[in-house]
């Protein structure tokens, strides 16, 4: 009998409460990650160095890798410092850069990655990429899924608020993103998976529609289950095609025009999402996005993140050069200068300022 079913690649361990870290050496003791406690451990300077302090005891057989920052240099670095010292796993505790050079030091040297969130600053802490800054400015490299996930409440509540707001602002955008891969469907016959559609755009729409704030554990708990879900979508459809639309082109053509000026990820993915939800003709829900944004103290127009109106126009223009054969609103609506223009006023008008 054929097997009717699909094997999906997540992680074998999530888990996200308050506390969680008590019990990290519990869960990095599973058979599945380490039998021997032979762990690599790679940190940052900052959280990841203080939260070292307070866990290490607990892991007498780990080696600890302090890591510089984010840059592919970085990434290949710990690598070499890793090769042939006979780990089980590597672990990232840290930011989005520490365990993304984590994710990639650990695919090239062939070893499962465990990530431990101390903030929530984005959908890169279980997705299958890692995106690294290279000479060419940052690149997106892809990599095995974490094998687990630990994100501790208590930590992530220590984080700058402005980690948290982002990661609300590109969670939400998977509605936009989502709504993108079905034109594309609609208009040019793009196969969807839509187990990996389901999950991204729930994901999204239960930080959207969530009352609670940024200082609550309920809403923290669900903004970190709606990453680790949007991470997974990306490893059923094999791209980032469920999180990714016309929000990131607007989001990537912000880095790359302005790459000392640019926002958080976050932030940009938010703003483009409320505006290419308006240029597809959804009025009432980029109103009703832009309102949850403004909520949780997030940008929904340019200005607030210090770009005049003419600067983001030339923006959304570029917008499309930044995803190559990725087919948005923006790719079908092909607009112009001018016309780019006329459609920001009346977002203005339509979300208020």
């Not at 220590?158 to 948290?164: K, Q, T």
């Not at 949850?292 to 997030?298: D, E, K």
């Amino acid at each position: 009998m054929p097997v009717l079913t699909r094997l999906i690649p997540s992680p074998v361990v999530v888990d996200i409460r308050p506390g969680a870290l008590d019990d990290l050496a519990c869960v990095l003791a599973d058979e599945r990650i380490s039998q021997s406690g032979r762990l690599a451990i790679a940190v940052s300077g900052g959280s990841g160095a203080r939260l070292r302090e307070r866990i290490a005891p607990s892991l007498p057989g780990a080696t600890w890798f302090e890591v510089g920052g984010g840059t592919i240099d970085d990434a290949v670095r710990l690598a070499g410092d890793m090769r042939g010292g006979h780990y089980d796993a590597v672990v990232g505790l840290g930011g989005g850069k520490i365990i993304d050079c984590a994710k990639f030091a650990a695919a090239r040297v062939g070893l499962p990655l465990v990530a431990v969130a101390t903030n929530l600053a984005h959908d890169g802490l279980c997705s299958p990429v890692a995106t690294l800054d290279n000479d060419a400015g940052r690149g997106s490299y892809g990599v095995p899924n974490p094998i687990a996930v630990v994100i501790d409440l208590n930590v992530i509540r220590e984080a700058p608020v402005r980690f948290v707001r982002s990661g609300i602002g590109d969670v939400i955008s998977n509605v936009s993103a989502v709504a993108d891969w079905e034109l594309s469907h609609r208009v040019n016959g793009e196969k969807i998976d839509g187990l990996a559609a389901a999950m991204a755009r729930q994901a999204g729409e239960a930080v959207l529609r969530h009352p609670g704030g940024v200082g609550d554990d309920g809403f923290l708990q669900v903004l970190a289950e709606a990453l680790v879900l949007t991470g997974i979508a990306m490893s059923v459809s094999g791209d980032s095609r469920p999180s990714s639309g016309a929000c990131h082109e607007i989001n990537h053509a912000f880095d790359l025009l302005h790459p000392r000026r640019a926002a958080a990820h976050g932030e940009q993915c938010g703003l483009g999402a409320a505006f290419a939800m308006y240029l597809r003709g959804a009025h009432e829900e980029s109103a009703a996005m832009a309102e949850v944004l403004r909520r949780h103290g997030l940008p929904v127009l340019p200005e607030e993140i210090g770009f005049t109106v003419d600067e983001f126009v030339r923006v959304v223009e570029f917008a499309p050069e930044t995803r190559p054969g990725r087919f948005t609103i923006l790719e079908h609506l092909d607009l112009r200068t001018e016309q780019i223009k006329d459609v920001y006023a009346d977002y203005v008008k339509a979300i208020g300022r």
